[in-house]
T-cell receptor, first 115, second 116 residues
């Protein structure tokens, strides 16, 4: 079974540019989460999709971040325009429906460096 | 919301010795406590988890203990080996429901180094 895949693994952009991160969850996993880890800090929740619906987006830092999951399969996270403080590792995770929804499988992360 | 604190931030132990990492949480409704291990450049992987209906769970050299009254839980690794070197994260969440409030809240991580 394929795991959670993320692309790109590393992106270096300049302040003000746009970056789009992609996540392909495990097939059949209705739940898809985005998390971010800034150097040395906790893995911080950004948002949660159940299928194509945003269940909880309370962790999204501001309106420069836009997440989508059209069709309930893969998800994208767009940062536009990027700021220096957006640098970090963005993790995607997925989990099965309800009963095991909090048993997450993570992707390897997309490291974003904003210069 | 939930707040999880994790200590220590770094830990070095001699190979063969034991390592203990401790976490506290704030939300008394939390009832699921997983531990993730992240090796350098790799994805965080679930290594053990515990639910609030038990006080201890063991899997070979790793064990987790939970004290619901004090709201703290700990990871114990015995007979440490070089491959145990990694960053370990604790987390807490509520019971999954149709309301979707089961998101994991993570601690800040512990970098464990095993000295050969």
């Amino acid at each position: 079974e394929a795991g959670v895949t993320q692309f790109p693994s590393h992106s270096v952009i300049e302040k003000g540019q746009t970056v789009t991160l992609r996540c392909d969850p495990i097939s059949g996993h209705d739940n898809l989460y985005w998390y971010r880890r800034v150097m040395g800090k906790e893995i911080k929740f950004l948002l949660h999709f159940v299928k194509e619906s945003k269940q909880d987006e309370s962790g999204m830092p501001n309106n420069r971040f836009l997440a989508e999951r059209t069709g309930g399969t893969y998800s994208t996270l767009k940062v536009q325009p990027a700021e220096l403080e957006d640098s970090g590792v963005y993790f995607c995770a997925s989990s099965p429906p309800v009963l095991w929804a909090n048993v997450l499988t993570f992707g390897a992360g997309s490291r974003l460096t904003v210069l | 919301g939930e707040n999880v604190e994790q200590h220590p931030s770094t830990l070095s132990v001699q190979e063969g010795d034991s390592a203990v990492i401790k976490c506290t949480y704030s939300d008394s409704a939390s009832n699921y406590f997983p531990w993730y291990k992240q090796e350098l450049g790799k994805r965080p992987q679930l290594i053990i988890d515990i639910r609030s209906n038990v006080g201890e769970k063991k899997d070979q050299r790793i064990a987790v203990t939970l004290n619901k009254t004090a709201k703290h839980f700990s990871l114990h690794i015995t007979e440490t080996q070089p491959e145990d070197s990694a960053v370990y994260f604790c987390a807490a969440s509520r019971r999954p429901s149709n309301f979707g409030n089961e998101k994991l809240t993570f601690g800040t991580g512990t970098r464990l180094t095993i000295i050969p």
